[in-house]
Structure formats: C-alpha cells, structure tokens
C-alpha cells in the first residue's frame, strides 16, 4: 500500500492489535490516535471447565462450538491449568469442532486440531447459525464458547434444535480500566480533529457512547461523528450494530479483517481529497 493520507488524523479503538493497526496508518501517511475502548477480562472457569471435560469424557461425538480466537485459547488454557489438556484435545479431535471464522481455527492449529466446520464469509451469527446446523447438533452433547457476551440467537438456534447445550464465556469485554485517553479521544472527536474513525469490533462503539455518556457528552459525540468523520467498520455485524447507534459506516470491506478494512479506509480518503 502506497501513502495516501498526507497527515489525515484517524481515531482508533483497538486494543490487542493496536501496534498494528497504528504502524499500518502511519505507513500509509496518517496520523493514528489510538484510545483502546475495551478490555478483555478473563473469568475464572476451572470448575465448569473440569466439570465439562467430565461431561464429554462419555460421549461418542461432542460438538465444540468457537466463537472465537481467544475463547478457544482461554479454553485450552483453563484446561492445562487443570493438567487435562490431553482430554480436551482428544475430546475435540473424537467429535467435531465448528469455527466463526479464521482466528479460533488458527487457535485450534496452534493445538493440533484441523476445525471441522468453518462458517463462511462474512463471519456474521447468520452464518454461523448455518454451520453448526450443518452438524445435525439435536440430541449432542454441544460445548458452546462464547467471545466476550453471550451470543443469545446463537444459544436459541442450537436449543429449538435439541442440542443438549454447555455455555462457556471465559473472558468478558469490559471498559478499559483507565478510560482518561478515551476521554481525551471523545473530546477530539467533538471538536472535529478526525478525518475518520475505524471500528473493528462492535463492542468498541458501544463502550464509546457508554463513556460519552457518563461524561455527559454522547449527542455531542454522534453528531461529531456523522458530520465530517468518515466511519469504517470491519464487517457487516459491526456496521449493523455502528447504523443501530445512530453510526452508519461509509467503509465496510467485502472481507471483514483489519487489513481489508484499511486499505478501504485508505481508498475513501484519498479519493476524497482529491475530489474537487
């Protein structure tokens, strides 16, 4: 990607890619600002982790269901402390193993485990519905991982369909403990300091107008945001969740990853500029 932004100031949320996201922006010639607007906090599981490695120990066939990355590895994790990863890899490895998208197959490949099921593009719970329905789960024995909140239509589609569910939510999404730089950000934004704002994930923009709010200040900041501020948004389920907050994106890649979501960013922005 060559340089496009000419010193373009973009406000950005990340928090464990953030190093990345900023030397991306700052090698296409923009200035990144970087606020991260969640922390994942992990909760301790390792008695309904034992007590599920228990359960699937007896079945032929158990499902596993990853929604995402870090949940797969929190689980592997909660498992070694309990000194049974074995069982939790030969319990997958017996069954079968359904992923959301490329970050929990890539967790599950650094265990040894080839997924079973892959959701398709563009990753979102519709998807995701199509898959684990894919694996006829009436009647199994379904081992849900949940990302940091619990996936409600996801639960409700495996349980009208007979699956005999265990939901796990190892990690929650939650403020950052110190939200002073994402203070400093809303009150950027607010004073129109930004060419763009990138969002890539959709608990970024909620716990964004949670702090505007507690500050007194979320009108402020969504109008900031709809007037001059060009949004992206790294797929489908994040753009829905920016337009139900009053947020529409202008940029959502066709491939919802970090990458695909800058280079459209990138794209927006120059031909913006030199639009007469």
Known sequence: MQPTLSGQRIALFEARLAVEICDLVRRNGGVPVCAPAVRERRTPAGEEVSALLDEVGREAAPLFVF??????????DEARALHRAEELRAAISRGSSICRGPKPVAALH???IVASVKARAPYTTAEFIDAL??????GRLVAL????????SLVDALLSRGARLRELTLYRWELPEDTAPLLRLIEELCQ????????????QARNLLAV??????????VTALRSGVVIAAVGPTCAR?????????E????????????????????????SP
């Open 251 to 274: 940029v959502v890649p066709e491939t919802p990853k970090m990458g695909a979501m800058l280079t459209a960013l990138f794209a927006r922005l120059a031909s913006g500029r030199e």
């Open 241 to 249: 969740a920016l337009a139900e907050l009053g947020i529409p994106a």
């Open 145 to 152: 991982v949940h990302y940091g909140e619990r996936n409600g």
């Open 192 to 203: 129109g300091s930004f060419a763009a704002a990138a969002f890539t994930t959709q608990i």
């Open 212 to 221: 505007a709010e507690a500050a007194g200040c979320r009108d402020r900041v």
């Open 133 to 138: 329905l894919e694996t006829n789960p009436g």
């Open 110 to 112: 650094k265990e040894g």
């Open 67 to 76: 929604s995402t990355g870090v949940g797969a590895t929190a689980l592997f």
